[in-house]
Each structure stands twice: as C-alpha cells, then as structure tokens.
C-alpha cells in the first residue's frame, strides 16, 4: 500500500476535515446505514448498541452529536450551490433492523426519503433478494475533492482508520460502488421501496 495509514481520534479528526471540501462521496455499508444519513435517535441506538455504552453515557451523547453535526454539514452543503454528489449503496438488513424500535425507524426510514430527494443523493438498497453481491467484502467510505484528492475511510467501534494517497484504492472501491449502482442489484426505485417500509411501520 502506497498510501498513508491513520488510525484512531487522529483519524476521525482529519476525516471530518477532509469531508468538509469533499464534492464526490462513495459508501458501501453493511448492516446499518450510512452515517451521513442517519438521524440522532438512530445514531444513538446504533453507536450504543455496537459499542455496547449506556444511552446516558457521555461519551455516546458526544459520539452522536458529532455525527449529527457531520450530517447536518453535509445536508446544507447539498442546498448551496456547489452540491456534492453521494452514492450510497447499503444492504436492506440495515432498514429491516429495528434499531432503536419502530417509532426510531419510521423518523430515519422517512428522512431517507427526504434525503433522496436532492438530485445529488443516490441510494442503492440491495434487497434479500439479490443473494451474495461484491459490496458484502466490506464498509469504507471515499471521498474525492474536485481536485481529485481522495481518502478512504474505515469507521469501527473501537478504532477508526483511513488512508489518503493512495489513489488506486480509492478508485476501485468507487468504481465497486458505481458497479453495484448500475447493476440489477439494487432496487429499481429506492423511494418507492423507503415509502413502503415506512407504511409498514405505522
């Protein structure tokens, strides 16, 4: 590997700098949602579960208001008028889940609709129905500045991590999640699939 390795809160830290500029975004995520879409009740659920912390616990509600403050950043820079672009291809394992109870993923399965309505958001679902596919070897999230610059990012419980300067990574895991996008993979309408699973909520 030809780039450099960061691991830890020096990792986090740096990310969320590089996140501010980033106009191309690429995730693939298995079992739960993509951070910058998830609203705080679901956040919270998710953090605390995977990490196994209190809901009271400082350091959840921390954890959770900064990654609010991520997707909130995000959501307003897709109103200004240089919009990134985000393609985000997750699993229907992460919408069927009831993290946090159905009250929790009626708000975020809704807001995912919200959020698809910007031209500049792309949701890839893959149903049970698809079987194996190639998003399954793993989480990672790109980011590209206009320049070409780009970083990829490893979120975990425990120890987050990403790697920048190498830019051959970078585009083959973008080029894995333009693949699945554009294959028969995912749902055909994301929109009409969200909508659906939100009236089974209510």
């Known amino acids: 590997m030809s780039g450099s390795m960061v691991r830890g809160w020096g990792a986090f830290e740096r990310f ?8 191309r975004v690429h995730v693939n995520q298995l079992g739960v949602l993509p951070a910058l879409l998830q609203v705080a009740s679901y956040s919270a659920a998710i953090i605390g579960g995977i990490a196994g912390i209190a809901a009271d616990d400082p350091g959840l509600i921390e ?5 609010m403050r991520r997707a909130e950043a995000f959501r307003k820079r897709l109103e200004g008028p240089q919009r990134p672009h985000l393609w985000a291809v997750f699993d229907e394992s992460a919408l069927r889940r009831r993290v946090g109870g159905d009250k ?4 975020q399965i809704d807001h995912l609709r919200l959020m698809a309505e ?3 958001v792309h949701l890839g679902i893959v149903p049970f129905t698809a079987g194996a596919y190639p998003g399954l070897g793993g989480s990672y999230e790109v980011h590209e ?3 070409g610059a780009a970083m990829v990012f490893f979120e975990s419980a425990h120890a987050d991590e990403f790697v920048e300067g190498e830019p051959g990574g970078a585009r083959e895991r973008q080029a894995g999640v333009e693949a699945l996008m554009a294959s028969g993979a995912v749902v055909a309408d994301p929109r009409d699939f969200l909508e659906s699973l939100s009236r089974s909520l209510s």
């Open 63 to 67: 954890r959770v208001q900064l990654r």
């Open 145 to 147: 500045h206009a320049d």
């Open 104 to 107: 929790t993923m009626r708000e």
């Open 118 to 120: 910007f031209d500049t």
């Open 16 to 23: 969320v700098e590089f996140e501010r500029e980033s106009a």
